[in-house]
């Protein structure tokens, strides 16, 4: 895998309540988005890595589908993990 689980914690704990705060939508996202970077980077040496390449559109719409969510319910934290994350220019 390409996290350990202290490393997972500690972006939990960054993003969400505590280390053990899987299931916030914070951390979820920076979760996906850290996936997305490794995946997407893993794509740019293999090119022909089809199932790679299907498994990163899937998780793309997964995280957009959590934005939605954060946008129509809590917009404050909606902008906050945008800004801390960089996902907008």
């Known amino acids: ?3 350990t689980q202290e490393e997972k914690g500690e972006l939990f704990a960054k993003h969400g309540k505590d280390s053990k705060d899987s299931g916030s939508a ?12 490794f ?4 794509l740019k040496t293999n090119r022909k890595d089809y199932n790679s ?6 998780l793309v719409g997964k995280r957009r589908n959590l934005l939605d969510y954060l946008m129509k319910k809590h917009i404050m934290r909606y902008r ?4 801390d994350l960089g996902l907008r220019k």
Request: no cysteine.
């Open 53 to 58: 390449e299907r498994s990163l559109v899937k």
């Open 39 to 42: 995946i997407s980077q893993h």
């Open 80 to 83: 906050a993990i945008v800004k």
């Open 26 to 37: 914070e951390g979820q996202i920076a979760l996906m988005t850290g996936r997305i970077e």
């Open 1 to 3: 895998m390409y996290l």
